[in-house]
């Protein structure tokens, strides 16, 4: 297996523009998370989905994110209208419900000039 | 879920055994106890779970007292590729595990030649 996929694996914007991150899961995942990382705050879980339905979104930061997963081989996380202050690593990690392991992806590192 | 305190970094030389220790004071007797490395520019990666006493694989040992209110990871005969962040996690497994995983804000192990 590939693993979790993230792309693109790192993205430039400016300020105002809307950004889209994508993440395919591990075949045979029904778990799926969102994640992003700054110095400053770490590691922070935003969303996560069981079977392609949300679960908890308490993490998302405001309503300019959004998470989406149409199918279970998919994800898309989208920021609208981006700002600086959104500049971090955002990771997706999957997992199988029948065992207690995430698995990340290699992260999309984001930079809003 | 409870809360964790590790040391925030720790230094190492080539060839020694290294330990993070981190305190869970308010552990739940349905948490387990788990350990994720994460290299620069990675995702954090599962490396260790316990729930009591001793438990070894092929890339650490995790040593857990009695009364479950710490937990030790150790790391035989470190590399300078050990070089790593360290996060001690702690949560419910099983159907009481709602898929959230909390991140503090890890040990910064540096290992030197």
């Known amino acids: 297996d590939a693993g979790v996929i993230q792309s693109p694996r790192h993205e430039v914007t400016e300020m105002g523009q809307e950004v889209t991150l994508r993440c395919k899961p591990i075949?045979?995942?029904?778990?799926l998370f969102w994640y992003r990382q700054t110095m400053m705050r770490g590691l922070e879980l935003l969303i996560y989905?069981?079977?392609?339905?949300?679960?908890?979104d308490s993490g998302m930061p405001e309503d300019r994110f959004s998470a989406k997963m149409p199918n279970a081989s998919f994800s898309t996380l989208k920021i609208q209208p981006s700002e600086p202050r959104d500049s971090a690593v955002y990771f997706c990690a999957s997992r199988d419900s029948d065992q207690e392991t995430q698995y990340f992806g290699p992260g999309t590192r984001l930079l809003v000039l | 879920l409870a809360k964790t305190t590790q040391p925030i970094s720790m230094d190492s030389y080539e060839g020694q055994e290294v330990n993070i220790t981190c305190s869970h004071n308010n552990i739940a007797t349905n948490d387990y106890i788990t350990w994720y490395q994460q290299f620069p520019s990675q995702g954090p990666r599962f490396i260790i779970q316990?729930?009591?006493t001793k438990v070894t694989n092929e890339v650490a040992s995790l040593f857990i007292p009695a009364d479950r209110k710490s937990s030790t990871l150790s790391l035989p005969r470190v590399s300078l590729s050990d070089t790593a962040v360290y996060y001690c996690?702690?949560?419910?497994?099983?159907?009481?595990?709602?898929?959230?995983?909390?991140f503090g804000q890890g040990t910064t192990l540096q290992v030197k030649p």
């Open positions: 989905f069981n079977n392609n339905v949300p679960i908890d």
């Open positions: 316990g729930y009591k």
């Open positions: 996690l702690v949560g419910p497994l099983g159907s009481s595990n709602t898929g959230k995983l909390i």
């Open positions: 075949s045979g995942h029904d778990y």
